[in-house]
């Protein structure tokens, strides 16, 4: 069974665009480079796509939707960035600062800064 019949399937009338969006690109490129593109294993799209999913959505729809559906977030040092490379700022300033160049140094700390920072990125050592 294609992955869009199976979303339809689950979720039926009231399937939301972005797990449609996320299905069509599993039938074009494969769930392997979806999960890839958007962060999050083949579990979670296996889970999403039958609906079986329990934890929070949020961070999965917006990645979806920055990944195949083109949805943009100003960024104050970058400007307009598709949501799945905010991400992934986020990601590296939510750890220990590398200092590998001054443009990843100022990312660091204006990711740290910028209201969209999700604390749940924030590194906790031991």
């Known amino acids: 069974m294609r992955l869009l019949a199976k979303a339809q399937k689950h979720w039926g009338a009231d399937a939301p665009d972005w797990i449609l969006a996320m299905a069509e690109a599993c039938d074009r490129t494969g769930q392997r480079k979806v999960a890839a593109s958007i962060g999050y294993s083949q579990t979670t799209i296996s889970q999403l796509l039958k609906q079986a999913y329990v934890g929070d ?19 104050p040092v970058l400007g307009g960035i598709l949501t799945t490379v905010c991400h992934e700022w986020q990601k590296k300033a939510g750890r220990p600062l590398v200092v590998t160049s001054s443009h990843r140094t100022h990312m660091h700390r204006a990711c740290r800064n910028c209201p969209r920072f999700q604390e749940g990125n924030r590194y906790v050592g031991r």
């Open 57 to 75: 959505i949020e961070n999965i729809e917006e990645a979806v939707r920055g990944a195949f559906m083109g949805l943009t977030v100003s960024c």
